[in-house]
């Protein structure tokens, strides 16, 4: 592949991609772009990839995501506000629609998150991989500092009980000083 063929295959790709981003599906592209929907799968799986893998273009997706979720929120609000002016009013009609409305924006909104939950999904599992590391830090403190108390074995059992909302078993292994 050289250098001009390497162009017009990222210009395909971007192309696809920006279609995506306007919300239409694989189909809808291929009727579009008068190209296969399998290789517009392809492409979209392509893009996807090279943006995971970008971190410049996952901050700014990030970025994009928070101001889009304000403005979903800005919006509820509002239409909050008309279902309480509505309901001040008694108009049953304007309430209804109001609160058909905020359905409607919920729904884009969770669709905008699932569609970003793409760009998410290496993030995410990094998140996880640290917060299990620093529960095992936190699993081997209390280990060490209630080995050799009864009263606090029983105390700290007691606690993670109430906070995972089940019984804990808990092995304390006991140190010999």
Known sequence: ????????????????????????????????????????????????????????????????????????????????????????????SAKTAAIKLVMDIESKRIDMLQRAGLLENKELADQLMEQEQKQDVLIGILREVSGDCQKCRNEVAKRLARVSGQGEVITVEQYQL
């Open 1 to 92: 592949m050289d250098n001009n063929d390497i162009i017009l295959h990222i210009e395909e790709v971007n192309q696809v991609a920006s279609e995506y981003i306007k919300g239409k599906d694989a189909s809808a592209i291929s009727k579009e772009l008068d190209i296969p929907r399998n290789r517009v799968l392809e492409l979209l799986s392509e893009w996807r990839n090279m943006v995971a893998n970008n971190e410049a273009v996952r901050i700014r997706a990030r970025e994009a995501l928070a101001g889009a979720d304000q403005h979903y929120n800005h919006l509820i609000r509002q239409a909050y506000e008309v279902i309480d002016d509505a309901t001040t009013m008694a108009n049953l």
